[in-house]
């Protein structure tokens, strides 16, 4: 049964970093494209990064050039770091993995969740 634990989330001003970590257990790791997504206040939960097996990634277009995606397949877990932050970017973050990159595109129709991390972006 696939897990995942999130962390790393925190209150922040705006134009600050963060750096969050999702370890994630009960698949083989390495063979999995793993990502990233957000729910902010009132709104559904949605993509906001994703990085293959391969090491190719694919980001939210206000993502772009502010997040960075990693993994460390030794250690079962994806990163994103997180810089010049605004409080759009506010909401709970959560991890996930499958082996369909096309199924990353749909939380909607993800199943399994972690319990996710709160980022808060305010002044």
Known sequence: QVQFVESGGALVQPGGSLRLSCEISGIDFSLYTVGWYRQGPGKQRGFVALITRFGNTDY????????????????????????????????????????????????????????????????
Do not use: H
């Open 60 to 123: 939210l277009s206000s993502a772009k050039g502010r997040f960075t995606i990693s993994r460390d397949n030794a250690k079962n877990t994806v990163y994103l770091q997180m810089n010049s932050l605004e409080p759009e970017d506010t909401g709970v973050y959560y991890c996930n993995a499958q082996e369909q990159i096309t199924r990353m595109y749909a939380p909607d129709g993800l199943n399994a969740w972690g319990q996710g991390t709160q980022v808060t972006v305010s002044s």
